[in-house]
Nanobody
Framework: QVQLVESGGGSVQAGGSLRLSCAASGTILSINRMGWYRQASGKQRELVADITGGGITTYSDSVEGRFTISRDNAKKTVYLQMDSLKPEDTAVYYC???????????????????WGQGTQVTVSS
């Protein structure tokens, strides 16, 4: 059974840094796109950054130049390095995998749209 386990959230002062990790567990052959989303209180969930299996990255305008997404395919993990954090970055951050080929107990299948449990990031001024 595939699970995405997030870690690295916490509370920091403005200008500080955090590094989020999201590790996929299970018997996995491949992972397509991996990304990070966030949802601030009272706002809709939004894409922060994503990275394709080929390493092509995309960032929202609000974080470009401050955040860096990367992945380690051997560890089945995606990272989000967050530097120069601002109070407006405060949100719950969610890891997402759009497609994953994994063993479901009987066979390998393509499974879709997995989410991590969310990790709180709080940036104080």
């Amino acid at each position: 059974q595939v699970q995405l386990v997030e870690s690295g959230g916490g509370s920091v002062q403005a200008g500080g840094s955090l590094r989020l990790s999201c590790a996929a567990s299970g018997t996995i052959l491949s992972i397509n796109r991996m990304g990070w989303y966030r949802q601030a209180s009272g706002k809709q969930r939004e894409l922060v950054a994503d990275i394709t299996g080929g390493g092509i990255t995309t960032y929202s305008d609000s974080v470009e130049g401050r955040f860096t997404i990367s992945r380690d395919n051997a560890k089945k993990t995606v990272y989000l390095q967050m530097d120069s954090l601002k109070p407006e970055d405060t949100a719950v951050y969610y890891c997402n995998v759009d497609q994953i080929i994994a063993y479901d107990g009987r066979r390998y299948t393509t499974q879709f749209n997995y989410w991590g449990q969310g990790t709180q990031v709080t940036v104080s001024s």
